[in-house]
Protein backbone atom coordinates (compact mmCIF):
# COMPACT_ATOMS: atom_id res chain seq x y z
CA UNK A 1 0.00 0.00 0.00
CA UNK A 2 1.87 3.07 -1.09
CA UNK A 3 -0.17 5.69 -1.93
CA UNK A 4 2.33 8.82 -1.54
CA UNK A 5 4.90 9.79 -3.44
CA UNK A 6 7.69 11.64 -2.21
CA UNK A 7 8.75 14.93 -4.22
CA UNK A 8 12.46 13.59 -5.62
CA UNK A 9 13.81 16.80 -6.41
CA UNK A 10 14.89 19.42 -3.67
CA UNK A 11 13.73 22.46 -4.44
CA UNK A 12 15.68 25.61 -2.82
CA UNK A 13 15.06 28.93 -2.81
CA UNK A 14 15.42 30.59 -6.42
CA UNK A 15 16.60 33.66 -6.31
CA UNK A 16 17.08 34.89 -9.92
CA UNK A 17 13.04 33.74 -10.10
CA UNK A 18 12.15 35.57 -7.81
CA UNK A 19 13.31 38.69 -9.18
CA UNK A 20 12.25 37.71 -12.45
CA UNK A 21 8.61 37.80 -11.30
CA UNK A 22 9.23 41.08 -9.33
CA UNK A 23 10.62 42.96 -12.44
CA UNK A 24 7.44 40.79 -14.44
CA UNK A 25 4.75 42.84 -12.15
CA UNK A 26 6.42 46.09 -12.05
CA UNK A 27 6.24 46.37 -15.79
CA UNK A 28 3.21 45.19 -15.74
CA UNK A 29 1.34 47.84 -12.90
CA UNK A 30 2.25 51.11 -12.65
CA UNK A 31 2.30 51.83 -8.87
CA UNK A 32 3.88 49.04 -7.39
CA UNK A 33 6.34 49.18 -4.21
CA UNK A 34 9.03 46.36 -2.75
CA UNK A 35 9.75 46.61 0.16
CA UNK A 36 10.73 44.35 3.36
CA UNK A 37 10.42 41.62 1.17
CA UNK A 38 6.51 42.15 0.31
CA UNK A 39 5.58 43.17 -3.34
CA UNK A 40 2.31 45.60 -3.13
CA UNK A 41 0.59 46.54 -6.04
CA UNK A 42 -1.41 49.98 -5.37
CA UNK A 43 -4.53 49.61 -7.91
CA UNK A 44 -7.46 52.37 -8.81
CA UNK A 45 -10.68 51.37 -7.39
CA UNK A 46 -12.49 51.27 -10.86
CA UNK A 47 -9.66 48.29 -11.89
CA UNK A 48 -9.98 46.22 -8.67
CA UNK A 49 -11.70 43.40 -10.31
CA UNK A 50 -9.90 43.28 -13.31
CA UNK A 51 -6.18 43.37 -11.76
CA UNK A 52 -7.41 40.04 -9.83
CA UNK A 53 -8.54 38.51 -13.04
CA UNK A 54 -5.36 39.50 -14.95
CA UNK A 55 -2.86 38.40 -11.51
CA UNK A 56 -4.59 34.98 -11.37
CA UNK A 57 -5.09 34.23 -15.46
CA UNK A 58 -1.65 35.92 -16.50
CA UNK A 59 0.92 35.86 -13.37
CA UNK A 60 -0.25 32.38 -12.45
CA UNK A 61 -1.31 33.80 -9.05
CA UNK A 62 -4.25 31.37 -8.62
CA UNK A 63 -4.15 30.74 -5.07
CA UNK A 64 -6.26 33.10 -2.74
CA UNK A 65 -4.50 34.03 0.37
CA UNK A 66 -6.68 35.99 2.34
CA UNK A 67 -8.22 40.14 2.10
CA UNK A 68 -8.92 42.60 4.66
CA UNK A 69 -9.02 46.22 5.31
CA UNK A 70 -7.17 48.85 7.35
CA UNK A 71 -8.80 51.88 9.06
CA UNK A 72 -6.25 54.82 8.40
CA UNK A 73 -7.20 58.12 10.38
CA UNK A 74 -6.04 60.29 12.83
CA UNK A 75 -8.10 60.37 15.95
CA UNK A 76 -8.00 56.84 17.21
CA UNK A 77 -9.57 55.35 20.21
CA UNK A 78 -7.27 52.57 20.73
CA UNK A 79 -3.74 52.00 19.98
CA UNK A 80 -1.04 55.10 18.82
CA UNK A 81 -2.47 57.36 16.24
CA UNK A 82 -0.26 57.47 13.17
CA UNK A 83 2.90 60.04 13.54
CA UNK A 84 2.28 61.48 10.16
CA UNK A 85 -0.90 62.58 9.35
CA UNK A 86 -3.17 60.66 7.08
CA UNK A 87 -5.83 61.10 4.76
CA UNK A 88 -9.03 59.41 6.82
CA UNK A 89 -10.08 56.27 3.91
CA UNK A 90 -10.10 52.78 4.22
CA UNK A 91 -7.67 50.61 2.17
CA UNK A 92 -8.51 47.07 1.03
CA UNK A 93 -5.88 44.77 1.01
CA UNK A 94 -5.76 40.99 -0.74
CA UNK A 95 -2.85 38.47 -0.87
CA UNK A 96 -2.53 36.62 -3.80
CA UNK A 97 -0.04 33.49 -4.38
CA UNK A 98 1.54 31.03 -6.30
CA UNK A 99 1.43 27.81 -5.48
CA UNK A 100 4.52 26.31 -7.25
CA UNK A 101 6.82 28.98 -6.05
CA UNK A 102 7.01 31.58 -2.91
CA UNK A 103 5.61 34.18 -5.12
CA UNK A 104 3.12 36.52 -3.69
CA UNK A 105 1.36 40.05 -4.03
CA UNK A 106 -0.46 42.19 -2.11
CA UNK A 107 -3.22 44.55 -3.78
CA UNK A 108 -4.16 47.72 -2.29
CA UNK A 109 -7.12 49.94 -3.14
CA UNK A 110 -8.59 52.40 -1.34
CA UNK A 111 -12.53 53.90 -0.36
CA UNK A 112 -13.67 56.68 0.92
CA UNK A 113 -15.53 56.48 4.22
CA UNK A 114 -18.58 58.08 3.13
CA UNK A 115 -19.15 55.93 0.66
CA UNK A 116 -17.70 52.45 1.59
CA UNK A 117 -18.60 50.47 -0.93
CA UNK A 118 -16.12 48.12 -3.32
CA UNK A 119 -16.74 45.14 -5.88
CA UNK A 120 -17.01 41.68 -4.49
CA UNK A 121 -13.91 39.59 -5.66
CA UNK A 122 -16.19 36.16 -4.62
CA UNK A 123 -17.21 35.90 -8.52
CA UNK A 124 -12.82 35.86 -9.66
CA UNK A 125 -11.64 33.66 -6.15
CA UNK A 126 -14.76 32.20 -4.53
CA UNK A 127 -12.80 32.24 -1.65
CA UNK A 128 -13.10 35.82 -0.70
CA UNK A 129 -16.76 35.28 0.30
CA UNK A 130 -16.07 34.60 3.81
CA UNK A 131 -12.87 37.15 3.90
CA UNK A 132 -15.51 39.70 2.38
CA UNK A 133 -18.03 38.93 5.16
CA UNK A 134 -15.28 39.63 8.21
CA UNK A 135 -14.44 42.87 6.47
CA UNK A 136 -18.16 43.58 5.99
CA UNK A 137 -18.72 43.39 10.13
CA UNK A 138 -15.50 44.45 11.01
CA UNK A 139 -15.17 47.83 9.24
CA UNK A 140 -18.94 48.41 7.61
CA UNK A 141 -17.68 48.14 4.30
CA UNK A 142 -20.13 47.27 1.73
CA UNK A 143 -18.77 44.76 -1.18
CA UNK A 144 -21.56 44.95 -4.08
CA UNK A 145 -22.55 41.74 -5.48
CA UNK A 146 -21.84 39.36 -2.63
CA UNK A 147 -23.77 36.18 -2.57
CA UNK A 148 -24.52 36.15 1.30
CA UNK A 149 -23.16 39.66 2.80
CA UNK A 150 -23.83 38.81 6.39
CA UNK A 151 -22.38 39.25 9.52
CA UNK A 152 -19.85 36.08 9.90
CA UNK A 153 -18.67 36.28 13.40
CA UNK A 154 -20.93 38.91 15.85
CA UNK A 155 -24.67 37.91 16.70
CA UNK A 156 -26.44 39.68 14.37
CA UNK A 157 -27.75 41.95 16.81
CA UNK A 158 -24.48 43.47 17.02
CA UNK A 159 -23.91 46.99 17.20
CA UNK A 160 -20.72 48.72 15.51
CA UNK A 161 -18.01 47.77 13.54
CA UNK A 162 -15.25 47.04 16.03
CA UNK A 163 -11.66 46.83 13.51
CA UNK A 164 -12.97 50.64 13.25
CA UNK A 165 -10.59 52.89 14.96
CA UNK A 166 -12.99 54.70 16.13
CA UNK A 167 -14.43 51.90 18.27
CA UNK A 168 -13.83 52.09 21.90
CA UNK A 169 -12.30 48.68 23.71
CA UNK A 170 -14.92 48.64 26.47
CA UNK A 171 -12.40 46.48 28.82
CA UNK A 172 -9.96 49.27 28.68
CA UNK A 173 -12.45 51.84 30.11
CA UNK A 174 -13.81 49.66 32.42
CA UNK A 175 -10.67 48.64 34.14
CA UNK A 176 -7.21 50.57 33.53
CA UNK A 177 -4.27 48.37 31.79
CA UNK A 178 -2.33 47.96 34.74
CA UNK A 179 0.68 48.94 33.05
CA UNK A 180 -0.42 52.80 33.04
CA UNK A 181 -0.71 53.04 36.99
CA UNK A 182 0.61 51.87 39.98
CA UNK A 183 -0.60 48.89 41.69
CA UNK A 184 -3.38 49.75 44.43
CA UNK A 185 -2.07 48.41 47.68
CA UNK A 186 -3.37 45.11 49.28
CA UNK A 187 -5.92 45.69 52.18
CA UNK A 188 -3.66 44.48 54.25
CA UNK A 189 -1.53 47.46 53.92
CA UNK A 190 -3.77 49.77 54.68
CA UNK A 191 -4.82 47.99 58.10
CA UNK A 192 -1.50 48.30 59.41
CA UNK A 193 -1.33 52.09 58.31
CA UNK A 194 -4.58 52.77 60.70
CA UNK A 195 -3.47 50.61 63.25
CA UNK A 196 0.21 52.77 63.49
CA UNK A 197 -2.25 55.78 63.58
CA UNK A 198 -4.45 55.12 66.33
CA UNK B 1 -59.16 3.54 25.39
CA UNK B 2 -62.39 3.37 23.34
CA UNK B 3 -64.46 3.84 26.67
CA UNK B 4 -63.02 7.27 26.75
CA UNK B 5 -64.02 8.43 23.20
CA UNK B 6 -66.94 9.99 22.23
CA UNK B 7 -68.57 8.40 19.45
CA UNK B 8 -70.05 12.05 18.09
CA UNK B 9 -66.35 13.25 17.67
CA UNK B 10 -64.86 10.22 16.10
CA UNK B 11 -62.25 11.21 12.90
CA UNK B 12 -64.48 10.19 9.81
CA UNK B 13 -61.67 7.82 7.80
CA UNK B 14 -63.24 8.58 4.98
CA UNK B 15 -62.90 11.99 4.48
CA UNK B 16 -58.94 11.57 5.54
CA UNK B 17 -56.86 12.52 2.42
CA UNK B 18 -53.68 10.08 1.25
CA UNK B 19 -51.12 11.41 -0.92
CA UNK B 20 -50.24 8.51 -3.16
CA UNK B 21 -47.08 10.74 -3.76
CA UNK B 22 -45.09 11.10 -0.46
CA UNK B 23 -43.22 14.23 -0.70
CA UNK B 24 -40.36 14.88 2.06
CA UNK B 25 -38.92 17.83 2.86
CA UNK B 26 -35.59 18.75 3.97
CA UNK B 27 -34.85 18.28 7.24
CA UNK B 28 -32.91 21.28 9.30
CA UNK B 29 -30.41 19.40 11.10
CA UNK B 30 -28.17 21.35 14.08
CA UNK B 31 -24.75 20.01 14.36
CA UNK B 32 -22.70 21.74 17.85
CA UNK B 33 -21.85 23.93 18.90
CA UNK B 34 -20.98 21.68 21.50
CA UNK B 35 -20.70 18.73 18.90
CA UNK B 36 -17.37 16.53 19.85
CA UNK B 37 -16.46 16.41 17.01
CA UNK B 38 -16.26 19.81 16.00
CA UNK B 39 -12.89 20.19 17.86
CA UNK B 40 -14.44 23.40 19.80
CA UNK B 41 -17.44 25.52 18.73
CA UNK B 42 -18.40 25.15 15.21
CA UNK B 43 -21.76 24.78 14.38
CA UNK B 44 -23.19 23.44 11.19
CA UNK B 45 -26.67 24.33 10.26
CA UNK B 46 -27.56 21.04 7.49
CA UNK B 47 -30.19 20.49 5.58
CA UNK B 48 -30.25 16.61 4.91
CA UNK B 49 -32.63 14.62 3.20
CA UNK B 50 -32.81 11.25 4.50
CA UNK B 51 -28.80 10.39 5.53
CA UNK B 52 -27.71 13.19 2.33
CA UNK B 53 -26.45 16.13 3.15
CA UNK B 54 -27.84 19.24 0.59
CA UNK B 55 -26.47 21.47 1.83
CA UNK B 56 -24.30 23.14 4.87
CA UNK B 57 -23.98 26.57 6.64
CA UNK B 58 -20.90 27.14 9.15
CA UNK B 59 -21.81 29.52 11.95
CA UNK B 60 -18.75 30.98 13.63
CA UNK B 61 -18.11 33.22 15.75
CA UNK B 62 -18.60 31.56 19.09
CA UNK B 63 -14.55 31.97 20.03
CA UNK B 64 -13.96 34.94 18.78
CA UNK B 65 -11.63 36.94 21.29
CA UNK B 66 -10.70 39.90 18.66
CA UNK B 67 -7.43 39.24 18.49
CA UNK B 68 -6.55 41.81 15.58
CA UNK B 69 -8.17 44.36 17.90
CA UNK B 70 -6.34 43.41 20.95
CA UNK B 71 -3.40 43.62 19.08
CA UNK B 72 -3.65 47.45 18.27
CA UNK B 73 -3.35 48.50 22.10
CA UNK B 74 -0.26 46.17 23.08
CA UNK B 75 3.37 46.43 22.34
CA UNK B 76 5.02 43.67 19.80
CA UNK B 77 6.54 42.00 22.54
CA UNK B 78 3.15 41.29 24.55
CA UNK B 79 1.56 40.13 20.80
CA UNK B 80 3.36 36.91 21.20
CA UNK B 81 1.36 35.97 24.16
CA UNK B 82 -1.81 36.51 22.21
CA UNK B 83 -0.40 34.42 19.35
CA UNK B 84 -0.31 31.66 21.21
CA UNK B 85 -3.76 31.16 22.00
CA UNK B 86 -4.73 30.98 18.10
CA UNK B 87 -4.17 27.92 17.15
CA UNK B 88 -3.43 26.00 21.07
CA UNK B 89 -2.78 22.67 20.22
CA UNK B 90 1.05 23.59 18.46
CA UNK B 91 0.86 27.18 20.29
CA UNK B 92 5.35 27.83 19.59
CA UNK B 93 4.72 27.60 16.19
CA UNK B 94 2.59 30.73 15.90
CA UNK B 95 4.79 32.68 17.03
CA UNK B 96 7.00 32.12 14.71
CA UNK B 97 6.09 34.22 11.89
CA UNK B 98 4.47 37.30 14.50
CA UNK B 99 8.35 37.24 15.55
CA UNK B 100 9.69 37.00 11.56
CA UNK B 101 7.76 40.04 10.38
CA UNK B 102 8.84 41.84 13.43
CA UNK B 103 12.56 41.17 12.50
CA UNK B 104 12.55 41.94 9.18
CA UNK B 105 11.26 45.05 9.59
CA UNK B 106 13.88 46.01 12.67
CA UNK B 107 16.26 44.78 10.32
CA UNK B 108 17.62 43.01 12.81
CA UNK B 109 19.44 39.68 11.79
CA UNK B 110 18.58 36.35 14.32
CA UNK B 111 22.07 34.34 15.61
CA UNK B 112 21.95 30.74 14.12
CA UNK B 113 21.86 29.23 17.24
CA UNK B 114 18.00 30.72 18.24
CA UNK B 115 16.91 30.02 14.35
CA UNK B 116 18.18 26.65 15.04
CA UNK B 117 16.29 26.35 19.02
CA UNK B 118 13.38 27.77 16.63
CA UNK B 119 12.94 25.20 14.07
CA UNK B 120 13.47 22.25 16.57
CA UNK B 121 10.97 23.41 18.73
CA UNK B 122 8.37 24.42 15.74
CA UNK B 123 8.89 21.29 14.37
CA UNK B 124 8.17 19.27 17.83
CA UNK B 125 5.03 21.29 18.11
CA UNK B 126 3.91 20.25 14.51
CA UNK B 127 4.82 16.49 15.81
CA UNK B 128 2.41 17.43 18.18
CA UNK B 129 -0.21 18.27 16.45
CA UNK B 130 -0.33 15.78 14.20
CA UNK B 131 0.03 13.10 17.39
CA UNK B 132 -3.45 15.13 18.26
CA UNK B 133 -4.98 14.53 14.94
CA UNK B 134 -3.77 10.80 14.48
CA UNK B 135 -5.81 10.27 18.18
CA UNK B 136 -8.87 12.64 17.43
CA UNK B 137 -9.77 11.49 13.61
CA UNK B 138 -9.92 7.76 14.47
CA UNK B 139 -12.01 8.61 17.91
CA UNK B 140 -14.52 10.15 15.51
CA UNK B 141 -15.24 7.69 13.29
CA UNK B 142 -15.40 5.02 15.97
CA UNK B 143 -11.47 3.69 16.73
CA UNK B 144 -11.09 4.29 20.51
CA UNK B 145 -7.28 2.78 20.61
CA UNK B 146 -5.75 5.51 19.01
CA UNK B 147 -6.41 8.20 21.07
CA UNK B 148 -4.78 6.67 23.74
CA UNK B 149 -1.46 6.14 22.30
CA UNK B 150 -1.51 9.27 20.63
CA UNK B 151 -1.71 10.99 23.60
CA UNK B 152 0.84 8.81 25.79
CA UNK B 153 3.86 9.70 22.68
CA UNK B 154 2.23 13.35 22.45
CA UNK B 155 3.36 13.87 26.53
CA UNK B 156 6.81 13.18 25.52
CA UNK B 157 7.11 15.63 23.11
CA UNK B 158 5.55 18.10 25.18
CA UNK B 159 7.67 17.59 27.92
CA UNK B 160 10.85 18.23 26.10
CA UNK B 161 8.72 21.46 25.08
CA UNK B 162 8.11 22.38 28.98
CA UNK B 163 11.44 21.90 29.62
CA UNK B 164 12.98 24.87 27.58
CA UNK B 165 10.24 27.06 27.23
CA UNK B 166 8.22 26.35 30.49
CA UNK B 167 4.94 25.86 28.92
CA UNK B 168 3.36 22.69 27.25
CA UNK B 169 0.68 24.44 25.18
CA UNK B 170 1.73 28.55 25.62
CA UNK B 171 5.44 28.83 25.31
CA UNK B 172 5.47 32.56 24.94
CA UNK B 173 9.17 31.82 24.22
CA UNK B 174 10.04 33.82 21.49
CA UNK B 175 11.81 37.50 21.63
CA UNK B 176 12.25 40.33 18.92
CA UNK B 177 15.98 39.11 17.78
CA UNK B 178 16.08 35.74 19.32
CA UNK B 179 14.70 33.64 21.97
CA UNK B 180 14.02 33.53 26.08
CA UNK B 181 17.27 33.98 27.93
CA UNK B 182 17.66 31.58 30.84
CA UNK B 183 19.84 32.42 33.84
CA UNK B 184 23.52 31.38 33.18
CA UNK B 185 23.24 31.59 29.69
CA UNK B 186 26.05 32.69 27.14
CA UNK B 187 28.46 31.02 24.16
CA UNK B 188 28.34 27.61 24.21
CA UNK B 189 29.63 24.66 22.81
CA UNK B 190 27.59 22.06 20.91
CA UNK B 191 27.55 19.17 23.64
CA UNK B 192 27.54 21.65 26.79
CA UNK B 193 24.16 23.24 25.96
CA UNK B 194 23.51 26.09 28.62
CA UNK B 195 20.65 27.59 27.54
CA UNK B 196 18.57 24.45 26.97
CA UNK B 197 18.03 22.15 29.77
CA UNK B 198 20.52 19.63 30.82
CA UNK B 199 19.97 16.32 29.35
CA UNK B 200 18.27 18.05 26.23
CA UNK B 201 20.38 16.28 23.55
CA UNK B 202 19.87 12.85 25.01
CA UNK B 203 16.28 13.29 25.55
CA UNK B 204 15.34 14.43 22.39
CA UNK B 205 16.77 11.64 20.66
CA UNK B 206 15.25 9.21 22.74
CA UNK B 207 12.24 10.99 22.32
CA UNK B 208 12.01 11.56 18.28
CA UNK B 209 13.34 7.35 17.64
CA UNK B 210 10.11 6.93 19.40
CA UNK B 211 8.22 9.43 17.57
CA UNK B 212 9.47 7.25 14.87
CA UNK B 213 8.52 3.71 16.19
CA UNK B 214 4.83 5.87 16.62
CA UNK B 215 4.23 6.36 13.27
CA UNK B 216 5.22 3.15 11.81
CA UNK B 217 2.42 2.06 14.73
CA UNK B 218 0.14 4.20 13.13
CA UNK B 219 0.83 3.79 9.64
CA UNK B 220 0.23 -0.20 10.75
CA UNK B 221 -3.03 0.56 13.07
CA UNK B 222 -4.84 3.28 11.56
CA UNK B 223 -4.16 3.25 8.10
CA UNK B 224 -4.54 -0.75 7.77
CA UNK B 225 -7.27 -1.07 9.29
CA UNK B 226 -9.93 -2.19 6.87
CA UNK B 227 -12.75 0.16 8.10
CA UNK B 228 -10.83 2.92 8.89
CA UNK B 229 -10.36 2.67 4.54
CA UNK B 230 -13.38 2.27 4.11
CA UNK B 231 -15.02 4.75 5.73
CA UNK B 232 -11.54 7.51 4.89
CA UNK B 233 -10.83 6.44 0.98
CA UNK B 234 -12.44 7.92 -1.86
CA UNK B 235 -14.25 9.99 0.95
CA UNK B 236 -14.31 13.78 0.69
CA UNK B 237 -12.01 14.14 -2.27
CA UNK B 238 -11.41 17.52 -2.64
CA UNK B 239 -9.27 18.80 -6.17
CA UNK B 240 -6.60 21.14 -6.33
CA UNK B 241 -8.03 23.64 -8.46
CA UNK B 242 -11.20 24.13 -5.89
CA UNK B 243 -8.23 24.05 -2.76
CA UNK B 244 -6.16 26.94 -4.43
CA UNK B 245 -9.08 29.08 -5.03
CA UNK B 246 -10.50 28.69 -1.39
CA UNK B 247 -6.97 29.18 -0.06
CA UNK B 248 -7.02 25.50 1.68
CA UNK B 249 -3.59 24.85 2.44
CA UNK B 250 -1.16 22.91 4.11
CA UNK B 251 -1.23 18.94 4.05
CA UNK B 252 -4.48 19.41 3.35
CA UNK B 253 -3.49 20.88 0.28
CA UNK B 254 -0.45 18.61 -0.52
CA UNK B 255 -2.73 15.41 -0.12
CA UNK B 256 -4.58 16.85 -3.12
CA UNK B 257 -1.68 16.67 -4.94
CA UNK B 258 0.07 20.50 -4.91
CA UNK B 259 3.53 20.10 -3.75
CA UNK B 260 3.62 23.28 -1.88
CA UNK B 261 5.60 23.55 1.40
CA UNK B 262 6.80 27.24 2.57
CA UNK B 263 9.55 24.84 4.72
CA UNK B 264 10.97 24.33 0.76
CA UNK B 265 9.82 26.97 -0.62
CA UNK B 266 10.52 29.88 2.01
CA UNK B 267 13.03 30.97 4.38
CA UNK B 268 11.99 31.94 7.46
CA UNK B 269 13.82 29.32 9.16
CA UNK B 270 17.16 27.55 8.00
CA UNK B 271 15.26 24.24 6.55
CA UNK B 272 17.24 24.27 3.40
CA UNK B 273 19.94 22.87 5.77
CA UNK B 274 17.94 20.14 6.53
CA UNK B 275 17.05 16.75 4.05
CA UNK B 276 13.90 15.95 4.43
CA UNK B 277 10.86 15.04 1.71
CA UNK B 278 7.44 16.34 1.21
CA UNK B 279 4.62 13.65 1.33
CA UNK B 280 1.90 14.34 -1.24
CA UNK B 281 -1.11 12.71 -1.73
CA UNK B 282 -2.77 11.70 -5.11
CA UNK B 283 -6.45 11.50 -4.47
CA UNK B 284 -7.51 14.36 -2.19
CA UNK B 285 -9.53 12.23 -0.32
CA UNK B 286 -10.00 11.48 3.64
CA UNK B 287 -7.77 8.87 4.04
CA UNK B 288 -4.60 10.77 1.58
CA UNK B 289 -5.28 14.09 4.21
CA UNK B 290 -4.40 11.46 6.93
CA UNK B 291 -1.99 9.78 5.57
CA UNK B 292 0.16 13.12 4.39
CA UNK B 293 -0.10 14.10 8.16
CA UNK B 294 1.26 10.75 9.67
CA UNK B 295 4.07 10.86 6.93
CA UNK B 296 5.22 14.60 7.55
CA UNK B 297 5.51 13.39 11.88
CA UNK B 298 8.71 10.71 10.25
CA UNK B 299 10.04 13.91 8.04
CA UNK B 300 9.62 16.06 11.76
CA UNK B 301 11.69 13.56 13.81
CA UNK B 302 14.21 13.04 10.87
CA UNK B 303 14.72 17.30 10.90
CA UNK B 304 14.94 17.10 14.48
CA UNK B 305 17.65 14.85 14.81
CA UNK B 306 19.27 16.69 12.38
CA UNK B 307 18.76 19.97 13.70
CA UNK B 308 20.05 18.34 17.49
CA UNK B 309 23.35 17.14 15.87
CA UNK B 310 24.20 19.78 13.69
CA UNK B 311 23.04 22.48 16.59
CA UNK B 312 25.73 25.42 16.16
CA UNK B 313 27.29 27.37 19.59
CA UNK B 314 27.25 30.99 20.27
CA UNK B 315 24.99 33.76 21.56
CA UNK B 316 20.96 33.20 21.55
CA UNK B 317 19.91 36.69 21.17
CA UNK B 318 21.15 39.34 19.13
CA UNK B 319 21.15 43.23 20.01
CA UNK B 320 17.76 44.69 20.34
CA UNK B 321 16.99 47.91 21.92
CA UNK B 322 15.17 47.94 25.28
CA UNK B 323 12.42 49.21 23.70
CA UNK B 324 11.31 48.32 20.85
CA UNK B 325 9.85 50.44 18.73
CA UNK B 326 9.44 48.76 15.04
CA UNK B 327 10.08 51.73 12.14
CA UNK B 328 7.48 52.60 9.96
CA UNK B 329 6.88 49.80 7.13
CA UNK B 330 4.51 47.28 6.09
CA UNK B 331 5.07 43.21 5.44
CA UNK B 332 3.58 39.91 5.23
CA UNK B 333 5.78 37.18 6.75
CA UNK B 334 4.06 33.75 6.41
CA UNK B 335 4.95 30.28 7.63
CA UNK B 336 4.17 26.63 7.24
CA UNK B 337 2.10 25.67 10.41
CA UNK B 338 0.72 22.22 11.23
CA UNK B 339 -2.31 23.31 9.82
CA UNK B 340 -1.69 25.28 7.01
CA UNK B 341 -0.28 28.61 6.29
CA UNK B 342 -0.02 30.78 8.73
CA UNK B 343 0.80 34.67 7.89
CA UNK B 344 0.80 37.95 9.78
CA UNK B 345 0.66 41.68 7.75
CA UNK B 346 2.12 43.84 10.21
CA UNK B 347 1.61 47.22 9.43
CA UNK B 348 3.43 49.48 11.50
CA UNK B 349 3.60 53.24 11.92
CA UNK B 350 6.51 53.40 14.43
CA UNK B 351 4.50 53.20 17.41
CA UNK B 352 5.30 50.70 20.11
CA UNK B 353 2.50 48.18 18.82
CA UNK B 354 1.74 47.66 15.36
CA UNK B 355 -0.97 49.95 14.12
CA UNK B 356 -3.02 47.01 12.39
CA UNK B 357 -2.00 43.42 12.32
CA UNK B 358 -3.80 41.28 9.74
CA UNK B 359 -3.89 37.40 11.19
CA UNK B 360 -3.74 34.97 8.50
CA UNK B 361 -4.57 31.56 9.99
CA UNK B 362 -4.57 28.15 8.25
CA UNK B 363 -8.04 26.95 9.76
CA UNK B 364 -10.09 29.61 8.01
CA UNK B 365 -9.47 29.44 4.85
CA UNK B 366 -9.50 25.24 5.51
CA UNK B 367 -13.00 25.01 6.75
CA UNK B 368 -14.03 27.31 4.40
CA UNK B 369 -14.40 24.40 1.81
CA UNK B 370 -16.94 22.23 4.46
CA UNK B 371 -20.20 24.00 2.42
CA UNK B 372 -19.08 22.61 -0.74
CA UNK B 373 -17.50 19.65 0.42
CA UNK B 374 -20.33 18.59 2.23
CA UNK B 375 -22.82 18.86 -0.44
CA UNK B 376 -24.37 15.89 -1.56
CA UNK B 377 -22.11 14.06 0.88
CA UNK B 378 -23.55 11.26 3.04
CA UNK B 379 -24.08 12.08 7.14
CA UNK B 380 -21.86 9.72 8.63
CA UNK B 381 -19.07 10.99 5.95
CA UNK B 382 -19.90 14.51 7.62
CA UNK B 383 -18.00 13.48 10.53
CA UNK B 384 -14.84 11.78 8.38
CA UNK B 385 -14.68 15.07 6.12
CA UNK B 386 -14.56 17.24 9.22
CA UNK B 387 -11.97 15.05 11.38
CA UNK B 388 -10.03 15.33 7.99
CA UNK B 389 -9.74 18.76 7.79
CA UNK B 390 -7.81 19.27 11.54
CA UNK B 391 -8.96 22.75 12.35
CA UNK B 392 -8.74 24.15 15.72
CA UNK B 393 -11.80 27.03 16.43
CA UNK B 394 -9.07 28.85 17.90
CA UNK B 395 -7.47 29.24 14.48
CA UNK B 396 -10.87 29.71 13.10
CA UNK B 397 -12.23 32.63 15.00
CA UNK B 398 -9.17 33.91 16.52
Redesign the interface.
Known amino acids: ?K?????GE????NQSDQNEFINSIQSSFKNTSY????L?INVNLSSWIDTHKILKKDFNL?????L?A??WDNEVK??????EPVTPSFEI?S?LSQ????N?V?SSTVISKENAEIESLVDV???A??HEREAYE?FGINFLNHPNLT?????DDYEGN??LKS?E?IS?EVKP?PGDVDVEGMPEDSIVVEEKGS | MSQTMDPNNMPILSEASVSVEIETEDMTLNIGPQHPSTHGVLRLVAKVNGEKISSVEPV??YM?R?Y???A??RTYPQVTTLVNRIDWVSGFANEIPFIAGAE??MEIEVPERAQYIRLILTEMARISSHFVFNGAFPLEIGALTPIFLAMEDRERVLDLLESVTGGRFHPNFNRIGGVKPVAGAGPTTKKDIQDLPAGFYHDTKVAMEKVLKAVDTFEDLI??NEVFQARTKKVGVLT??VA????V?GPI?RASG???D?R????YLPY?KF?F???????GDC??RW??RT?EMRESAKIILQAIEDMPSGPIQAKVPKVIKVP???????AENPKG?M?Y?I?S?????P??L?I?TAS??NI?ILPIMLEGALLPDLIAIMGSLDFVLGDV?R
Open positions: MILKESRKTLNFDTKSFFNWSVDTGDAPKLCTNSNLIFAGNWMKLYLPPLFLRW | LGHGEKLEVKLGGKEEEYGSLVEFLKQSDDDEIPIGENFDSVSKGQTYVREGYIEGGLGYRKRFSSD
